[in-house]
């Protein structure tokens, strides 16, 4: 079946710090790759994306490539600020669409100013 | 534009008994899905509703049942309550196969 794996945290940055999270994936076919964010008291917001291999998705300073060969979809960020700290799950649908999302554990990031 | 709401914010209920949680899907939107978070973890698929009918269901046992509505409303049941259902349960919709959008979850506290 289908899972995500993510890297544990809770990871602790300073502001304008390098961010990276790692996630790598088993999946069936051709899965649509996402990374979601929590923020405290709220629901789940679509960060970015990516339906393919060699995609790079994107928003917000936020990037992560779809990388086939080693089934990952790291999430990096050049420069964290203090509104960044939040709850960052990855997430794969499989190809076809119809299934659900199936999540990582997620990360708990934290930005010090 | 609203976007996904989801009705009663926060419940308390009692082992045994039965829950009823809504889900009202972002304008234009036409599938519903339902999800499971536990504390501490990441959001379980529970089941997705299109044309008013359950497309797709998680590993989640027959306690927990749900319906669409022909105005693309949804709602979750679970019936036979255990502590360990306690969880923040999130809808997402979407158009059809497309990105989902979530809603602030229903906090479900089983005493």
């Known amino acids: ?113 | 534009d609203a976007g996904v709401t989801q009705s009663p914010t926060h419940l308390i209920k009692t082992r045994g008994q039965q829950v009823t949680l809504r889900c009202s899907p972002k304008s234009g939107h036409d599938t519903v899905s339902w999800y499971q978070q536990a504390l501490g973890q990441g959001p379980q698929f529970i089941f997705q509703y299109y044309e008013e009918e359950e497309r797709q269901r998680g590993n989640f046992p027959d306690r927990f049942s749900g319906h669409q509505f022909p105005n693309y409303s949804s709602e979750l049941n679970v019936n036979a309550l255990l502590l360990g259902d306690s969880a923040l349960y999130l809808c997402a919709s979407s158009l059809g196969w497309e990105e989902q959008y979530f809603g602030p979850g229903t906090r479900l506290t089983v005493t």
């Open chain 1, 1 to 113: 079946g289908n899972s995500v794996t993510q890297m544990e945290g809770p990871v602790t940055l300073s502001e304008e710090a390098f961010l990276t999270i790692n996630c790598t994936y088993t999946a069936t076919g051709y899965p649509s790759l996402f990374w979601y964010v929590q923020y405290p008291g709220e629901g789940l917001q679509l960060l970015l994306k990516a339906t393919k291999a060699d995609d790079k998705g994107s928003n917000k300073g936020f990037e992560a490539t779809y990388r086939k060969e080693t089934t990952s979809f790291h999430l990096e960020k050049g420069s964290v600020q203090v509104s960044d700290s939040a709850v960052y799950f990855c997430a794969l649908r499989s190809g076809g669409g119809a299934d659900g999302l199936t999540f990582g554990k997620g990360t708990h990031l934290i930005i010090q100013p």
